[in-house]
C-alpha cells in the first residue's frame, strides 16, 4: 500500500477511527508519558518500520521519523485510541511533525518529521536515563494547560 498523506494544515482526517492504529518510535512509547497525556496506556505492541529512521533533533530529547534506505524505525503500535485521545496527541505533536499513513507490518498512522535532523539517531534507553522522568512532568504541566 502506498503511504497516504494529510492535507498541509489538517492533522487528523475525519476519517481516522478507533479502529485506526498509531505507530510511535519516540517519547509515546512510553506508558508513563501516555499515562499523563491521555490518561492510560493503550495496548503497546512492538513493531519496526523498514526504510525509517528515527533521528535525534538539534536541541531536542525527543525524535523525528525520516526516510532512510536499509534503515529501521523500532517502536510501538497503539490501537483502540478514541477521537479525545487522537486529538490530544495530534495537539501535543510539533508543526513539524506530518501526519502520515505507513506499513509497519500492517497498516498505521504515524508522525514524520519534516524539518531538520542530527545525523545520528535517537535511542530510546538513552532517553529513558537521561530525560524521560522531566519529560513526564513537562508533559503534565503541558496537559494541565489544554
Partial sequence: MDEVYVRPGQRIDRSITRADRLFVYGTLQFPEVLIELIGRCP?????????WRAAALPGRVYPGLVPAAGGAARGVVLSGLDAGEWAVLDAFEDDEYELRRVRPGAVAWTYVWTSVVAPEDWYAERFAAEHLGEFVDRCAEWRRLL
Fill in 43 to 51: 495496548e503497546l505492541v512492538a513493531a519496526e518500520l523498514a526504510g
